[in-house]
């Protein structure tokens, strides 16, 4: 799936739950497609939930103009009861607006790390005023949206780290280098006695944060990827014939953060999980490796080459 198709995933849940949670009959929105907007710029109306017509679909909302323009240029909340006479927005989608018969809208800018990636709305074919608890309904589904866009950001700017490191080589880039360049465990195993072990905990790393951004990704094109990746970092220690012990996804997640040293607490915080979860986790997997401390469980996981 491409980034634009993701975009389209991510915003077409929010647009759902914006109209679950206020009950408005029409929702809209749309991100940049070329990533943050900075110093002006213009977010393009992709999606449509509720709509009964096509007017809408496709507007370039600059940043400025409009009830989403002006959300965008203050990147916070924007409202109005009766937006065809309103005299605190300035008025370039009328058209589109009237053919759709909207009256009040409000509008929510999608903001990640200080920088505008886009805008949700949502609205009413009447003229009355939109509550406190309509707005952070709607706020709270655009930070379903950026908290999306900030785990796709992470994603790839890991899979970019581990590509670079691969075009280093193998003495460079260590195992991720080997494990890119050439794909196999042999390569791995060679590139093993090339690097220290610095370069093995930094490929150790990256691995447990991708095994941990992965359940989080929508976009199940870019989580294959991720996913893919992981496998071939561990796989690079691997023995010729890789023991199959049984292990759950969920349970390789939690061995990969314990791996890097990681708490329970901070294994938890990580995945998304409770303590208790990670606990019931990392015993079942002790269990199936046969081992008895945390250590030993690790040690086996990459004995069987499920980590790096």
């Not at 800018?109 to 309904?137: I, M, N, S």
């Not at 990392?282 to 690790?298: N, Y």
Request: hydrophobic share 50%; charged share 20%; net charge positive.
């Amino acid at each position: 799936m491409s980034a634009d198709g993701a975009d389209a995933v991510e915003m077409r849940a929010a647009l759902v739950r914006l109209r679950r949670g206020t009950g408005l009959p029409v929702a809209f929105g749309g991100l940049m497609a070329g990533g943050p907007m900075t110093g002006g710029g213009s977010v393009r109306i992709g999606e449509l939930s509720g709509a009964v017509t096509g007017a809408l679909r496709g507007l370039a909302i600059a940043t400025g103009n409009g009830l989403g323009g002006k959300a965008l240029a203050l990147s916070r909340p924007c409202a109005v009861t009766d937006y065809p006479v309103s005299r605190h927005i300035s008025h370039e989608y009328d058209a589109a607006v009237a053919a759709e018969g909207l009256l009040s809208v409000l509008a929510v800018p999608v903001v990640v790390r200080r920088r505008v990636r886009g805008v949700l709305y949502g609205a009413l074919r009447t003229a009355q005023p939109l509550g406190d608890r309509t707005l952070g309904e709607a706020v709270a589904a655009a930070r379903d949206v950026e908290q999306a866009l900030v785990v796709r950001d992470e994603a790839r700017a890991l899979l970019a780290a581990v590509a670079e490191a691969g075009a280093a080589g193998p003495v460079a880039g260590g195992v991720a280098g080997a494990v890119a360049g050439a794909g196999g465990p042999a390569a791995g195993s060679g590139a093993g006695a090339a690097v220290g072990s610095a370069a093995w905990e930094e490929v150790r790393e990256a691995h447990g944060a991708l095994r941990a951004l992965a359940p989080r990704v929508v976009d199940p094109a870019l989580r294959g990827e991720l996913l893919a990746v992981c496998g071939r970092l561990a796989s690079a220690t691997a023995p010729p014939r890789v023991r199959d012990v049984g292990l759950t996804p969920r349970e390789v997640d939690v061995l990969a953060c314990v791996a890097t040293g990681a708490t329970n607490a901070v294994t938890a915080e990580r995945l998304g999980l409770r303590p208790e979860t990670v606990k019931g986790y990392l015993r079942s997997a002790m269990r199936k490796l046969g081992a008895h401390t945390r250590l030993e469980a690790v040690v086996a996981a990459r004995r069987a080459g499920l980590l790096p």
